[in-house]
């Protein structure tokens, strides 16, 4: 099987009030699809941003992305690389997640990512750097 990296960015839609709430919906429906769908990968998330590494077979990952994409709980989605991989970067992971909140914002702070600069705006080794640090060492 052909294995492809997919990672994007895009602005949130989540309001403050029930965001831990949304993320949790978001995370069970993401893991127990990517699951049957063969993807693994992590998602950053911040007050305002997400970024997401898919990884899987080409067909199942651009049928997530087109999923993801359609998705109002965020907006303006910019693909920053679908490319060949030899392995995958988070075996273990239906799907990791890593918020930044009081615990992580210093990890996200060494990577550059502050509330100016936030995930949208990074480079894509950048979000993948960091992704794998919050991720650990794999299972
Ligand atoms: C930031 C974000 C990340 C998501 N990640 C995934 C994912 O990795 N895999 C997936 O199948 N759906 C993901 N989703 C959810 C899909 O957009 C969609 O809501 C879901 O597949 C609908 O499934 P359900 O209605 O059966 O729960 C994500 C949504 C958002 C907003």
Redesign the pocket.
């Known amino acids: 099987m052909s294995l492809i990296r997919l990672v994007y960015a ?1 602005e ?1 839609r989540l309001v403050d009030t029930c965001r831990s709430e949304e993320l949790d ?2 995370l ?3 893991r ?3 699951e049957r ?1 063969g ?1 693994t ?1 992590f ?1 950053l ?1 911040t007050d305002s941003a ?1 970024a ?1 590494v ?1 990884e899987g077979a080409r067909e199942a990952v651009a049928e ?1 992305y087109g ?2 994409g ?2 109002p ?2 907006a303006g989605l910019k693909l920053l690389c679908e490319q060949p991989i030899a392995a995958r970067s988070f075996p273990g992971w239906a ?1 990791g997640i890593s918020e930044r909140d009081e615990t992580t914002t210093f990890i996200f702070g060494l990577y550059g990512v502050t509330p100016e600069e936030d995930l949208q705006v990074q480079p894509l080794d950048v979000l993948l750097d960091l992704a794998g640090e919050l991720a650990g060492p794999p299972a």
Request: proline residues 0%.
């Open positions: 895009s949130s919906r978001i069970a429906s993401a127990r699809l990517n769908n993807i990968g998602l998330a997400f997401q898919l997530t999923r993801i359609a998705d709980r965020h799907m």
